[in-house]
């Protein structure tokens, strides 16, 4: 596709729930990011893949998150037993190549913890 | 830690108005610093992105500078029209591709552009 794309647009989970965020990054794109974006907040790193490699996870806010991109294109964000402070936009971007870093963001996914 | 700050939070003004959106970044050791808008519900689309070598980067209304030194960075955004409405956020990189390539953001600036 032309852009980032992210799956689902929205999802409303239970506390307690594990839920799964889908990102298509730009087709070649070596460098994948995931974001978390609270209401009102800029958004924060999560984790940082090059290829299918991760090469930074220092966002990841607990071990209840878990991301892979296990063929260096597209990739999954986990959350495990979900709490209502997950509640977020979760933003995925992409760049070419590692060291020309102009990222491209796809619309991000809505997460709902009730 | 890198913190990164955006003065002012929100603004509003007539159409037609030339306006100055402003970051600031502690650790002047940034690769690059890349300027977004947010669109209500909407993810983030670049607009200008500075390498640390560069002061300055133009496209179309919008220019961005950068004083690296001072920790510093500019938005300038001449005749602004209704279109423009939306919040602005500032990230700077640390890292070259080896690592620490996450973009540290500011809360953005909230712009309103008065038809």
């Known amino acids: 596709g032309a852009g980032v794309s992210q799956s689902p647009r929205y999802k409303v989970a239970k506390r307690g729930q594990d839920v799964a965020l889908r990102c298509d990054p730009i087709?070649?794109?070596?460098?994948l990011f995931w974001y978390q974006q609270a209401l009102g907040q800029g958004p924060e790193f999560l984790t940082y893949?090059?290829?299918?490699?991760?090469?930074?996870k220092s966002g990841l806010p607990s071990d209840r998150f878990f991301a892979e991109r296990p063929e260096g294109s597209v990739s999954t964000l986990k959350i495990q037993r979900t709490q209502q402070e997950d509640s977020a936009v979760y933003l995925c971007?992409?760049?070419?190549?590692?060291?020309?870093?102009?990222?491209?963001f796809g619309p991000g996914t809505r997460l709902t913890v009730l | 830690k890198q913190e990164v700050t955006q003065i002012p939070a929100a603004l509003s003004v007539p159409e037609g108005e030339n306006l100055v959106l402003n970051c600031s970044f502690t650790?002047?050791?940034?690769?690059?610093l890349q300027w977004f808008r947010q669109d209500p519900g909407k993810g983030l689309t670049s607009l200008l992105l500075?390498?640390?070598?560069?002061r300055e980067q133009t496209s179309g209304r919008l220019n961005a500078s950068l004083d690296k030194s001072s920790g510093r960075s500019t938005l300038y955004i001449a005749a602004s029209q209704p279109g423009d409405s939306a919040t602005y956020l500032c990230a700077v990189r640390l890292g070259s591709g080896g690592g620490a390539d996450g973009l540290t953001f500011g809360k953005g600036t909230h712009l309103i552009i008065q038809p």
């Open positions: 971007a992409s760049s070419l190549v590692p060291s020309y870093n102009e990222q491209f």
């Open positions: 650790d002047s050791a940034i690769y690059n």
């Open positions: 893949f090059q290829n299918e490699a991760q090469l930074d």
């Open positions: 087709s070649g794109h070596v460098s």
């Open positions: 500075i390498q640390s070598s560069q």
